[in-house]
């Protein structure tokens, strides 16, 4: 009879705190220990349409970049949408899905272990019987947490976590970590936690790359025209620039920065052409006024896209910083990078030891 698999839940306690870019790195690592690993997301949020079975597109890419064979690519149950909220709500939706969570999931031919990905929070998903704690009672599963870093105050969200999940709690990665406190975290933070009973297996330094975001996801987001350069959209935005100060502040600004997109209005032509000269991804005008010729053929030369949006400056950045906010690991240079930051930071060996879980092979 083949042994059952372990396994792993990865949980926040807030959404885009970094699950998916934790299960890239950590399936990297466990692959180099000779595991068999297993792959599931129960309760899905970006769903391709109109899908039958349902494709979430974070397992679908996970899938993809880890080459995952499909016997080892579990079913989403659930698409979390406000369609499935009131069907559940009005009673039309009547699943079990604690019962098909058990049917689809607990299965002897998985491997050593399945890291499944959590729900947003800790609460989301009770609606339907597939919260953190639900899930992970429901397939015996440990739980790693993983926490995006705001300041030492974020303790007590920890705290507050350890009391919920309990002994089911293996440890957690503090991701996010500006530079200037990863000497608070790993001192005073870490020690804390240990104390606490909650094991800290990873801290991550706060990476510009990794909460990047595509110029082609700030056009979608802004519903923006691209006036040149619509081949250039997969380039890399790491920072938000406002140029409405005048040209010689504007060089000195934009000099400081990397890899920016700025905002400025489409009659600010001198920002624009300072823009252009620095390290600018793409250039952003409102007040729907068209650029001169001779800024989109100087952009044209530099390869920068540039786009025009209906909407106030103030509107514009909301809506870039909230992209920002919410930024998704689906470039293969942020693949890489979260490999490297996990291979760097996260203690793999500490967290088999304590699933009990032995690597197929060692890990050089």
Do not use: W
């Not at 992209?323 to 293969?332: I, N, T, W």
């Amino acid at each position: 009879m083949p042994k059952s698999p372990k396994y792993l839940l990865i949980g926040s306690t807030e959404a885009s705190s970094g699950k998916s870019a934790t299960i890239l790195g950590l399936f990297h690592q466990l692959d180099q220990m000779g595991l068999d690993v297993a792959y599931g997301k129960p309760l899905g949020k970006c769903l391709k349409e109109s899908q039958e079975p349902l494709i979430e597109e974070d397992v679908e890419f996970i899938a993809q970049s880890l080459n995952l064979p499909a016997n080892r690519v579990l079913p989403t149950l659930l698409a979390l949408n406000e369609t499935t909220l009131q069907q559940r709500l009005g009673g039309e939706d009547k699943t079990d899905y604690q019962q098909s969570l058990k049917s689809q999931y607990l299965q002897n031919t998985l491997g050593d272990l399945v890291v499944l990905e959590g729900a947003a929070n800790l609460s989301e998903g009770g609606l339907f019987d597939l919260s953190l704690m639900q899930v992970a009672d429901a397939v015996d599963a440990g739980v790693l947490l993983v926490f995006r870093y705001k300041s030492l105050l974020s303790i007590e969200a920890l705290l507050s976590a350890k009391q919920l999940i309990g002994e089911r709690l293996i440890g957690v990665i503090i991701n996010d970590v500006p530079p200037e406190h990863l000497q608070a975290v790993d001192n005073i933070m870490g020690p804390f936690l240990e104390g606490q009973g909650i094991p800290v297996l990873g801290v991550l330094p706060k990476s510009s790359l990794l909460r990047s975001v595509t110029v082609r996801e700030l056009v979608h987001q802004l519903n923006a025209a691209v006036l040149c350069c619509a081949d250039r959209l997969n380039l890399l935005v790491e920072s938000l620039a406002i140029g409405a100060m005048n040209v010689n502040a504007a060089v000195k600004y934009f000099r400081k920065r990397q890899n920016m997109a700025v905002i400025t209005g489409g009659d600010r032509v001198e920002i624009q052409q300072a823009a252009l000269e620095t390290s600018t991804q793409c250039l952003i005008l409102t007040g729907q006024l068209p650029p001169p010729p001779f800024i989109l053929n100087r952009a044209e030369e530099l390869e920068i896209p540039i786009l025009s949006v209906d909407l106030d400056t103030l509107s514009t950045v909301e809506i870039i910083d909230s992209a920002f906010g919410q930024v998704r690991v689906h470039e293969p240079v942020k693949v890489e990078c979260v490999r490297h930051l996990m291979a760097e930071n996260f203690d793999i060996k500490r967290l088999l030891s304590l699933m009990d879980l032995k690597p197929g092979k060692t890990l050089s």
